[in-house]
């Protein structure tokens, strides 16, 4: 189904236009917006928002004993057994909590945050697509008004708080769609969405049709619950609550959507995604398929889904009673290959038994830590090499696709922060480690649809040093190398020797990197020399030169070798073509001029498509989504037009995006 476009914002008519040139708006502060305090203090006095927090951490010391430092890869050309299912160049998708969208996305379907646009264009020349929900605790008590004040797409009924949750109704408007809608019309992005399940008698199925009409093709699916089996801890039901429950629940929801009429299509019915469980709670996947859920709703299951953290630092954030953590005992946890294993090892079944099914697996919510993450982290490049790791990891394991949770100012592990309304005419982005993750996991995967990772576990290395291979056919065409090792001396830097039996040695290779000077690093990572640059650095674009190396090979003994610092991730293209299919020239990007001013409005050029951001609403969430958030708009920016995106206004005048 086709992008519907509201008529009194837009008109009817997009076009694209690659032009070189400028464009300027103006940039407002709007009235009873909330302010803060510019920092610069030492990370010990710091007291601003968690997302700027410029803790560090003292890295573990050099394993003993020391790691092995040469490590053959011997590759064949052909027939290797334990390969994953096929995957998709868009696996490492993103998560975002509802109530934090109108911070994130855009202001209103005319209003667009060009940052968000420039990193989502960014995965998608590299995988072809982008995948993002919508959702968290806030999804369950999303209600879908006509209007609201002040022409807000979405905002909290505070005065209706409950659950231990502390989770307030969420009002939201078609707008929201719209938006989402519309930046799907510039970047090929996807989206999940969530039925509200915390009221089944009747259920509210307002957001269904809206989302079927508005999104089209982009609605990739709806999730039915979020966290179901944290319900009853979360007063949400009564116990006893079991999967058979929540099997009849399903049963419910498919036969009121049908006495409603509002599935015209009859496409609503067949997007469901379930059972989107937290693993360790009340409930194990093993238990859910023993209902036979699958089976009986096959033709309504468009995925499964699983949702899960590592750690839960909740403590921390909610004062809820539960342990809070230790960052200097928890950072060494991350900087290993086991803890990406242990996390995926419990689903292998579960994968297995999609298989079967026909059905693909995703991991729909995921990050370091439940309720925001970790200060020291899950905001430095140990936590850009367990992202990709654990991405890689899961692939391997035959999930199909993983989003990794964001929220506003006040968590960790965001893996982009928009700045705070205040600072929003002079500071740009904030893009965090894990945004690293997915766009080195874009390129590692590809946009083919044919890659198939394998998790090479070679003898003798160290889970320091996982290597992956990636293939497309059954052949080997890119390897993934990490080093979780911090040590500045060199003397722990890898030396992996690639060989390729049945097939004719490359006479070179290329080869990207992912790097930092240690795993605690603050920003300014670099992918192949290339980076978003430190807090309230960036405009969604890479900077610099791009620097990807050439690696010559020994044709006599068959092999390639290659570096990989202490610490450091390579990404290994063993031929020009698998090399070619991300290159990165001609990527699509968005650029516009903003300058202070004093009232939070946008002016530009009709010509050009400008962005702005708007309202925020904070999340005080517990379980597995973020903790808060503050409010934001979209920084100054100074560049030349790439992309000049045309609505041919009817009344009211064109789209905006504003950075």
């Not at 999940?192 to 009221?199: I, M, S």
């Not at 439940?370 to 890689?392: E, K, M, N, R, T």
Request: net charge negative; with cysteine.
């Amino acid at each position: 189904m086709g992008l519907r476009l509201p008529i009194r914002s837009l008109g009817f008519l997009l076009l694209l236009v690659l032009v070189p040139g400028q464009c300027e708006i103006t940039v407002y502060h709007a009235n009873n917006q909330a302010h803060f305090a510019t920092t610069s203090v030492p990370a010990a006095q710091y007291s601003g928002v968690q997302a700027y927090n410029p803790t560090t951490l003292i890295p573990p010391p050099v394993p003993t004993p020391a790691i092995l430092s040469t490590i053959p890869v011997q590759l064949q050309n052909g027939g290797t057994p334990g390969l994953s299912v096929t995957q998709s160049g868009a696996f490492m998708g993103f998560s975002i909590e509802m109530s934090v969208t109108n911070q994130i996305l855009g202001k209103n379907s005319t209003h667009l945050q060009v940052p968000f646009l420039n990193l989502m264009a960014n995965i998608q020349q590299r995988a072809g697509s982008v995948r993002i929900r919508v959702g968290g605790n806030t999804q369950e008590v999303a209600k879908l008004v006509d209007q609201l004040p002040d022409n807000r797409i979405l905002q909290k009924n505070l005065t209706g708080i409950f659950g231990t949750t502390n989770t307030p109704p969420l009002d939201f408007t078609r707008e929201l769609l719209y938006m989402m809608g519309n930046i799907s019309s510039l970047v090929n992005v996807g989206w999940f969405l969530g039925v509200p399940w915390f009221v089944t008698k009747p259920f509210d199925l307002a957001i269904v049709p809206a989302a079927v009409d508005i999104l089209g093709d982009h609605l990739l699916g709806l999730q039915a619950a979020n966290e179901p089996d944290l319900y009853v801890r979360h007063q949400h039901r009564i116990a006893p609550y079991t999967p058979f429950d929540y099997y009849g629940e399903m049963s419910d929801f498919l036969t009121q959507l049908a006495a409603s009429g509002l599935d015209t299509t009859g496409r609503a019915k067949q997007l469901l995604v379930a059972p989107n469980i937290a693993w360790g709670a009340d409930w194990t996947p093993d238990q859910i398929w023993a209902t036979g859920l699958v089976d009986t709703y096959n033709d309504n299951l468009a995925f499964l889904a699983m949702e899960r953290y590592p750690e839960s630092n909740c403590g921390a954030a909610v004062h809820d009673g539960e342990k809070i953590l230790d960052p200097q005992i928890e950072f060494p946890n991350f900087l290993s290959h086991d803890i990406s294993v242990n996390l995926v090892g419990p689903y292998i079944n579960s994968t297995a038994f999609a298989q079967t099914k026909g059905k693909r697996l995703l991991m729909m919510e995921t990050n370091s830590a439940a309720c925001g993450g970790i200060v020291g982290v899950s905001d430095v490049f140990g936590a850009a090499l367990w992202g990709l790791d654990y991405a890689l990891q899961m692939a391997h394991s035959n999930f199909s696709g993983a989003m990794f949770h964001t929220g506003g100012q006040h968590v960790f592990y965001n893996p982009f922060t928009a700045p705070p309304t205040n600072e929003s005419t002079f500071r740009q982005w904030s893009i965090g480690p894990i945004y690293y993750s997915a766009l080195v996991m874009a390129e590692a995967i590809g946009p083919s649809n044919l890659t198939q990772v394998l998790d090479l576990r070679i003898n003798g290395t160290s889970p320091h040093t996982p290597i992956y291979g990636l293939y497309e056919n059954g052949v080997p065409v890119r390897v993934a190398a990490f080093n979780y090792v911090d040590d500045p001396t060199g003397a722990s830097d890898l030396n992996v020797v690639v060989s390729i039996a049945g097939g004719t040695t490359p006479a070179q290779v290329k080869v990207k990197y992912l790097a930092a000077t240690s795993v605690s690093q603050k920003g300014g990572y670099t992918w192949a020399g290339q980076t978003f640059g430190s807090f309230f650095e960036s405009d969604g674009r890479l900077v610099g030169a791009e620097d990807i190396k050439t690696v010559q090979c020994d044709t006599s003994a068959k092999t390639c070798s290659i570096k990989v610092p202490a610490p450091g991730f390579a990404l290994i293209f063993l031929n020009d073509a698998v090399y070619s299919e991300s290159e990165t020239s001609s990527t699509l990007t968005f650029a516009t001029t903003a300058k202070t001013q004093t009232r939070n409005t946008a002016t530009v050029d009709p010509t050009v498509l400008a962005t702005s951001n708007g309202h925020n609403a904070s999340l005080n969430g517990k379980g597995s989504t973020s903790h808060g958030s503050e409010p934001s708009a979209s920084p100054r920016l100074e560049a030349p037009v790439v992309l000049s995106v045309i609505f041919a206004a009817l009344g009211m005048g064109a789209v905006l995006l504003m950075r």
